[in-house]
């Protein structure tokens, strides 16, 4: 039976990504999705960068950015005596990054399906914007956050080149289940490879499983 730290940790770095994706990602998908700004095209492609970027040299510029010489990560060192490279938090400002589209892109588009005139009408009964979004458009969109969630934690999940690069492989600290998979394979252990293997192909397949019979259930809701 295989070492099942490195799976608890990528679900703990999944986790801790996904609440922070939810409330960073929220209001900029709000804005993309309300905004009339001429910087919207240039802030939609930088936030889909990780989309096409290869996960290495995402890695490796957060590898400079985040580096005990750097005034981020020389900051963080004096702040905590611990260094963001190869260490937990680290990863989770990884994941973060590179996560990013597929917790805005979904959540931009639930929120311009929701339009404008359910919160002109909200605003016209004296609800605030706050009020607006919170009782209005948020529950309208909840298939967006659901989606937007899930994809997000499993994206996470998956992760290779870019917490190889931030993280490295330290056990109990940043050693993720897809890192333990490389380097069983590296050393001949086909046999705990393919049990967590399985388990991620097992995972993948409930992952989409899930999202397609959400969107399918409320396609059916709302026709």
């Known amino acids: 039976m295989p070492d099942l730290g490195p799976l608890w940790l990528s679900l703990g770095l999944a986790s801790v990504t996904t609440l922070i994706l939810l409330a960073l990602g929220t209001p900029l998908a709000w804005w993309l999705a309300r905004t009339r700004s001429g910087l919207k095209p240039a802030i939609e492609a930088l936030t889909a960068l990780p989309l096409i970027l290869p996960p290495t040299v995402i890695g490796f510029y957060l590898l400079l950015l985040l580096n005990p010489t750097s005034p981020i990560g020389s900051f963080w060192l004096s702040l905590t005596g611990e260094t963001l490279t190869f260490s937990f938090t680290g990863l989770v400002v990884a994941s973060v990054i590179y996560s990013l589209p597929f917790m805005v892109q979904p959540l931009?588009?639930?929120f311009e399906g929701v339009g404008r005139a359910p919160l002109e009408a909200a605003a016209s009964l004296g609800a605030s914007p706050l009020d607006a979004f919170f009782r209005v458009a948020a529950p309208l969109s909840i298939r967006g956050f659901l989606t937007a969630s899930i994809l997000s934690f499993a994206h996470t999940i998956g992760e290779f080149g870019v917490v190889l690069m931030v993280g490295g492989s330290i056990p109990g600290r940043t050693r993720v289940i897809s890192i333990a998979i490389f380097e069983q394979v590296e050393s001949l252990q086909y046999g705990e490879a393919h049990v967590?293997?399985?388990?991620l192909?097992?995972?993948s397949f409930i992952t989409l499983l899930l999202v397609y019979s959400?969107?399918?259930?409320?396609?059916?809701?709302?026709?």
């Open 201 to 203: 192909i097992a995972f």
């Open 214 to 223: 959400l969107n399918r259930r409320f396609r059916l809701h709302v026709g």
């Open 108 to 110: 931009q588009s639930a």
């Open 196 to 199: 967590l293997s399985g388990i």
